[in-house]
């Protein structure tokens, strides 16, 4: 959908602020550009509108080289929340929301109904804050109103410039949750730029890392974590990178190890027989369909009668397919060696620290071999 081709922007003053940049961002994709202050993030974001023209090297939106493309109409499909915001302070929220619409000669009603519209989508309500100015919101609210704004023309294309920044992490994070929810429903094509590495990791589906003018990787949130292309890409992303991966490693089957299992309506005596065998102090208890029902410890047993009246509630779960570092929380919050793993009502298996551990190298290895995590061979994880 955007595609930059050995794309060179050096400023009248001899600044090279990016140099020979190639990439492509899918539709429907959303690509952060993290890296620090002066790297040319903001410069590679506004070439793609036009705001900035390259020296050299082509960019195309959808196919199009963007060179050829009216600036005016190629703006009308690219919709842009600018870095500090940037909303009109004279005119109500409504009015900032519907200043594209507003542009494109939509009549004023329809034009505001969209605004409407957008502003409950990012969580404003248009009654009470529709009719306030800018200085009348606080900052989450002024930066909601941005993203606002920038939808409202429904275009495919959005670049969003440090859109979270004038916020405490708390709302930030926030801010981050409601933007991947609204991008989950609208799908558009994203360039977000960031300098923070873990807003960077959290919304992109790849991150570009910026070095100096320059990508030092492109890669996905755990390859960057997981495998740094370089020492100034290891750098930046910090020494707690793999802790920053597990909230980026999902949780598999193959990851999961299978405990006894009892019946409810077996009788206690014939489950504590079967746990002493195998040297258990636990089974999960799960009924025919293989639905949970709860786990039962050894010294519950030898109080006789079925399982299932002497089983307890499983709290200690999370949904396959859940961050690695869910399953690690919801261990330290109950203090359990183990976590049960669910497919909606259906039990998986459970993770312990140790396969927690292993899922985390494996997916290193994945990444790095370009092969699915279940692909990867114990043994190789063990020698590393
Ligand atoms: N009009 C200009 N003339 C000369 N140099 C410029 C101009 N605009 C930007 N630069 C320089 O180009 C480089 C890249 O700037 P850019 O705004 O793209 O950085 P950035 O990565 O967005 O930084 P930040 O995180 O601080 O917003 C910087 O060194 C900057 O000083
Ligand atoms: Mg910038």
Not at 82 to 93: A, E
Not at 98 to 118: I, M, N, Q
Request: charged share 25%.
């Amino acid at each position: 959908m955007i595609r930059f081709e050995q794309v060179t922007k050096r400023y009248p003053d001899g600044t090279t602020a990016v140099d020979g940049l190639s990439f492509e961002v899918a539709e429907g994709e959303l690509v952060t550009l993290v890296g620090p202050s002066g790297c040319g993030k903001t410069t590679t974001m506004m070439m793609v509108n036009r705001l900035i023209e390259p020296t050299s090297g082509r960019i195309t939106v959808g196919g199009e080289d963007i060179a050829r493309v009216d600036p005016v109409r190629l703006r009308r499909r690219i919709g842009y929340v600018i870095q500090q915001v940037g909303l009109f302070p004279h005119r109500t929220v409504l009015d900032n929301t519907a200043t594209v619409p507003t542009l494109l000669g939509w009549k004023r009603a329809r034009a505001r109904a969209r605004a409407a519209e957008l502003l409950d989508l990012v969580g404003l309500d248009p009654k009470t804050y529709g009719s306030r100015y800018p200085e009348q919101l606080s900052g989450g609210q002024r930066q909601r109103v941005g993203v606002a704004r920038a939808l409202a023309a429904d275009p495919p294309v959005l670049l969003m410039d440090e859109p979270f920044g004038a916020v405490d992490p708390v709302v930030r994070e926030q801010l981050q949750d409601e933007f991947l929810r609204m991008q989950e429903a609208v799908r558009k094509t994203v360039l977000l730029v960031t300098h923070d590495i873990e807003e960077a990791v959290r919304l992109g589906d790849r991150i570009a890392v910026y070095g100096a003018g320059r990508i030092e990787q492109f890669d996905t949130p755990g390859a960057v974590l997981g495998a740094p292309a370089t020492s100034y890409v290891a750098g930046f992303v910090g020494a707690d990178r793999g802790l920053k991966r597990l909230s980026v490693t999902e949780i598999e089957p193959d990851d999961l190890e299978q405990p006894l299992v009892a019946r409810p309506d077996e009788p206690a005596e014939r489950a504590l027989d079967r746990l002493r065998a195998e040297g258990a102090r636990w089974a999960v208890v799960l009924d025919a369909d293989g639905d949970l029902h709860g786990w039962v410890g050894i010294d519950e047993l030898a109080a006789g009668g079925t399982v299932g009246a002497l089983a307890h509630r499983m709290t200690a779960w999370v949904p396959v397919g859940a961050p690695l570092k869910q399953a690690f929380g919801v261990m330290l919050q109950y203090d359990a060696g183990w976590v049960a793993v669910l497919d909606g009502a259906r039990f998986l298996g459970v993770l312990t620290p140790a396969k927690l551990h292993e899922a985390l190298r494996r997916s290193v290895d994945a990444d790095a071999l370009g092969v699915a995590r279940g692909q990867v061979r114990f043994d190789s994880v063990a020698d590393a």
